[in-house]
């Protein structure tokens, strides 16, 4: 059973459209991380969110914390060929950080 | 300013061979991860180590993997007798310090292992 959750799975667009990516829990986190990994590389960070209703943004990126601090979202406006990748959140856990399983973007030109 | 350095980038055993994988942090950082992770699939927790101590080792394997990071030098990632199933990307993160969002998590590029 993961601890986070992240939908969609896999998301396909257009260059130029707008998207949201979700990460949901059941368990409340005190801060929420984003991070994006591209292909043969590392996960780079993003964002970090704390506060419960908190909204983040980063050029076209918009992240929001849930008022519970359950479950947060990444909106990308304008999508980017460049956007392209594999988006995580993450949450630290106790002595150690978890991860959901990812939402895979492919932006088209 | 080196990031969090992992070698060897690609690694390819045989079933039965030994993996060593190793990983130096961030300059200052002295908590470092190991994570797994498999094709089209999110990063799965190992272990979570202090210089010289290993703080939380419940996701790795109780056979064959074992996790090292000493006073001096990298951290280890051994796995001995590998198999098939262990093919996966293997990344190590540092940070400054325990879990908490002023210790972001900084990642090497990962350590392909193939075994075959």
């Known amino acids: 059973t993961q601890l986070l959750e992240q939908s969609p799975q896999f998301l396909s667009i257009q260059e130029g459209e707008n998207l949201t990516v979700y990460c949901n829990s059941s368990?409340?986190?005190?801060?929420l991380q984003w991070y994006r990994q591209e292909p043969g590389e590392g996960p780079v960070l993003l964002v970090t969110?704390?506060?419960?209703?908190e909204v983040k943004k980063l050029k076209r990126l918009t992240f929001q914390f849930g008022d519970a601090r359950k479950d947060s979202s990444l909106h990308i406006t304008a999508a980017q060929p460049g956007d392209t990748g594999l988006y995580l959140c993450?949450?630290?856990?106790?002595?150690?950080?978890?991860f959901g399983p990812g939402t895979r973007l492919s932006v088209l030109p | 300013n080196a990031g969090v350095m992992q070698n060897p980038r690609h690694l390819v055993r045989r079933r039965g061979q030994e993996a060593r994988l190793r990983c130096s942090p961030m300059?200052?950082?002295?908590?470092v991860y190991w994570y797994r992770q498999l094709p089209e699939e999110g990063l799965k927790f190992m272990v979570y180590?202090?210089?010289?101590?290993?703080?939380?080792e419940s996701g790795m394997p109780k056979e064959r993997f074992s996790a090292e990071f000493p006073k001096e030098g990298p951290s280890i990632l051994r796995i001995q007798q590998v198999v098939r199933g262990d093919s996966a990307a293997y990344f190590c993160?540092?940070?400054?310090?325990?879990?908490?969002?002023?210790?972001?998590?900084?990642f090497g590029n990962g350590t392909r292992l193939t075994v075959t």
């Open positions: 993160a540092s940070s400054p310090g325990a879990p908490n969002l002023n210790s972001p998590l900084h």
């Open positions: 368990s409340v986190f005190s801060s």
């Open positions: 969110v704390v506060t419960g209703g």
């Open positions: 993450a949450g630290a856990r106790g002595q150690n950080f978890v």
């Open positions: 300059k200052g950082h002295s908590h």
């Open positions: 180590l202090q210089k010289e101590n290993i703080i939380d």
